[in-house]
């Protein structure tokens, strides 16, 4: 089996998120008592969220980049942003690195294609929802990505950072989010991918008129497979 570097803290809410189902997903592939090959480097969410908002994201790329570095070094043989916003950084962190890391957005865009779907929503922080290094690496892969209007980019990033990220999941919210949800898929949206990692921890299928794809258990996915390729 080989070892998953995770790179982790953004916040740590949703990177227990992820090593909770690295570790069911390999149980559930090989059985007994297996668990999964991980190296977490979880870094301090404050610092990363001040250099977010103040936009200086080479200097978060660095601390990033030093960390991927740190769980190469113990023993990694590949490597998971364990956050969509941060994928911003994703080349300057393959750039430190000799072994692979796993780009969320394409195994996201690899699932979504397969169910068929090719016209999306994207939920998720402003950052995510409004750059492009996110929504061009998915149309890049075939997709029509939409997201929500200005009023909701702001409830869903509101949403992110005031509560999900620090442990508190509010049915009004989770209300409010499918009423995003729904004029999304009146703007003609098949899909909808759950593009941050802590917004699983409010919305699941049952949430949604269309199909969802979260974002945390498809990275999982994805590295599970190639953790355990022969």
């Known amino acids: ?22 570790n069911e997903l390999v149980r559930e592939r090989l059985g007994g008592l297996h668990s999964a090959r991980c190296v977490l480097y979880s870094v301090d969410f404050a610092e990363i969220e ?7 994201w ?6 990033l980049a030093r960390a991927a570095k740190g769980v190469e070094a113990a023993g990694a043989d590949l490597v998971l942003i364990c956050t969509n916003t941060m994928h911003k950084v994703a080349d300057q962190v393959q750039g430190v690195l000799s072994v692979p890391l796993l780009h969320l957005a394409d195994a996201t865009a690899d699932a979504v294609l397969a169910a068929g779907v090719w016209r999306v929503g994207l939920l998720g922080t402003a950052f995510t929802m409004e750059q492009d290094f996110y929504r061009d690496r998915l149309t890049a892969r075939g997709l029509d990505v939409l997201v929500p209007d200005e009023e909701g980019r ?33 703007d003609g949206a098949q899909g909808v991918i759950l593009g941050c990692t802590e917004i699983e921890l409010l919305i699941g299928q049952e949430h949604s008129p269309v ?3 979260p ?13 355990l390729q022969s």
């Not at 001040?50 to 200086?56: I, S, Y």
């Not at 080479?58 to 601390?63: N, S, Y």
Request: aromatic letters at 6%.
């Open 1 to 22: 089996m080989k070892t998953i570097g995770l790179l982790g803290g953004m916040s740590w809410e949703s990177s227990a998120e992820c090593y909770r189902l690295l």
């Open 50 to 56: 001040e250099l977010q908002v103040a936009g200086e």
């Open 58 to 63: 080479e200097r978060a790329g660095e601390l």
């Open 154 to 186: 702001a409830l869903v990033h509101r949403v992110i950072y005031e509560e999900l990220c620090v442990g508190v999941v509010r049915d009004e919210s989770r209300i409010a989010y499918q009423e995003v949800i729904a004029d999304l898929v009146r």
């Open 211 to 213: 199909p969802v794809f």
């Open 215 to 227: 974002t945390t258990r498809l990275h999982a996915e994805a590295a599970v497979a190639i953790a």
